[in-house]
């Protein structure tokens, strides 16, 4: 039975686990973060921990895949800049199968994240799907009959990039209107926020102030509170427009939301599939797509770097 | 050297060329199109008229290619609805095999000839291009890694419905404010004409009434008068909104615009390429994505039909 390690890079730990063709885990373990050159041996010692835990050795893994965030030509197995970590131009790919001794692949964490959803999360038995993440930002990955989708030179699928309304809100992008700039939970949190600021008599006040509330705060009151209501149904509105002009345009099996707002589950879920089954072009009949939230958690990442190497 | 047949069937004509492999077109031909059930016969016919004129037989094609209008499933080969042709669930491939005794491969008319026009037109030599057709919609093709990408079930790439101004213009589709509804060359003329209502101190008048003005009088005096030139900027910057979504979605290497405002030539991309420079994700350094007009005018169907074989 061969194995499988997958490695999410993260800003302050690196998670690894060890995974066998079914996407059985076997091994988990992770360290904390090095940023700058010193990533790959920080990445080195994960995987002997990984390995170790799984009482296996290096040449009984298939591979190692790995999820980091940034700018990643998957193909020449490239950082090709990332912020966060101080990399630019960094052949982490080379760099790890010179340390470990198997083949080694790599791409960026929303798009391996998108895969590993795809291979053993909510997307499991489709071929083709889409992972809306939801967190500081709207990232997004792309899986087209069953393999990543991630443009030319691995640039693309910056979906969170796409104005839904022209000349909108400043996304940090530098457009104006960005899904992003609608839809992240950072932009919900900062609807709730003002909403109880307009509204000192809502009832979100009893719990929270408007330093504290956060996106999760709307969705809590929106049964008991009308102020609380229209920021969640304004939320959806716009999320449900995104994910429209996503359905017409890759016309995917399923579209999977993951990131800290999916916690919301089926309040999120059950909404967005009626609004898009009103939106998307020419109906569901010939081929739906459904909406559903991530399964995979965190985790996500760290089974998407794996399955980079059962695919490959 | 191997032949190629490539057929477009239009709502009037289909058109039909045998190229080689390198795209030489030694035979072209037309017939009036027959709606319904009878559009295989007369596809027959068209094909032998082609043949024909080739001075070849059909055992020496390696293929016939079909862009036919409407929603094609290319997989199994059938035109699942197409309402101005007066079809539904038609085996249209299978038909043509019998007939013809050579393999076929049906597609979408759109994604046909984004196909055409990334193999043998503005896309040569690039593997990932997109197209958009300025007509009286907005359609659209993607070619990724030399292949047309057509979504589950070919029902994607439906980009002229992405919603660009959230809650703007009404749609055909039913949607507000989709990419459509600005930046068709309907949406062009609905404009100019308005323009021309709202100035009729505007140059455009000397030559044009607001019956027969159309997209092109506002680009033919958009220096001489600032109501024209008005009309165009806002086009231009709804168009580039809505080519930016697309690079930052698909990150081709080139998008080529078609259909007939593209007869404006570098009127059109020149502006186009400066605003996509501002707008595109992260830069232009890493990933550029080229604008340019499409070269095979009404030809790219046929082509890209063709092209469907030359690509299986």
Redesign the interface.
């Known amino acids: 039975m061969a194995l499988y390690m997958g490695l999410d890079v993260g800003g302050t730990f690196v998670k690894g686990i060890i995974i066998d063709e079914k996407g059985k885990i076997v091994s988990e373990n992770s360290v904390p973060t090095v940023a700058g050159e010193g990533l790959a041996d920080c990445i080195e010692t994960l995987a002997e921990n990984l390995v170790h835990g799984a009482g296996t050795v290096f040449s009984a893994l298939a591979g190692a895949g790995v999820g980091c965030p940034g700018?990643i030509d998957s193909e020449n197995g490239k950082v090709?800049?990332a912020g966060n970590l101080g990399l630019k131009n960094y052949p982490l790919q080379k760099l790890l199968e010179d340390k470990l001794g198997v083949p080694v692949r790599i791409s960026n964490d929303a798009n391996a994240a998108a895969l590993g959803e795809a291979k053993f999360g909510a997307g499991k038995g489709y071929?083709?799907s889409v992972l809306i993440t939801l967190g500081t930002g709207v990232g997004g990955g792309v899986v087209?009959g069953g393999k990543l989708?991630e443009?030319?030179?691995s640039?693309?699928?910056?979906?969170g990039?796409?104005?839904?309304?022209?000349g909108?809100a400043k996304c940090t992008?530098?457009?104006r209107?960005c899904f992003e700039a609608y839809c992240s939970a950072r932009a919900l949190t900062v609807a709730t926020r003002r909403a109880m600021e307009e509204d000192t008599s809502s009832a979100m006040w009893k719990t929270y102030t408007n330093e504290n509330a956060d996106g999760r705060t709307s969705f809590e009151y929106m049964e008991s509170d009308v102020a609380a209501k229209r920021v969640v149904d304004k939320y959806l509105n716009?999320l449900a427009?995104g994910l429209?002009?996503i359905a017409?345009?890759?016309?995917?099996?399923i579209i999977m939301i993951g990131g800290g707002v999916a916690a919301q589950g089926t309040r999120l879920s059950a909404p967005l599939q009626r609004l898009l089954d009103?939106?998307i072009?020419?109906g569901m009949d010939?081929?739906p797509v459904k909406v559903e939230c991530a399964t995979l958690g965190n985790r996500a990442g760290a089974f998407g770097a794996a399955a980079l190497i059962v695919n490959s």
Chains 1, 2 share one sequence.
Do not use: S, W
């Open positions: 700018l090709v800049f071929t083709d087209i989708f443009g030319y030179k640039a693309g699928t910056e979906i990039h796409m104005v839904i309304e022209h909108g992008c530098g457009r209107g716009y427009c429209a002009n017409n345009i890759f016309r995917p099996q009103k939106e072009f020419a010939y081929a």
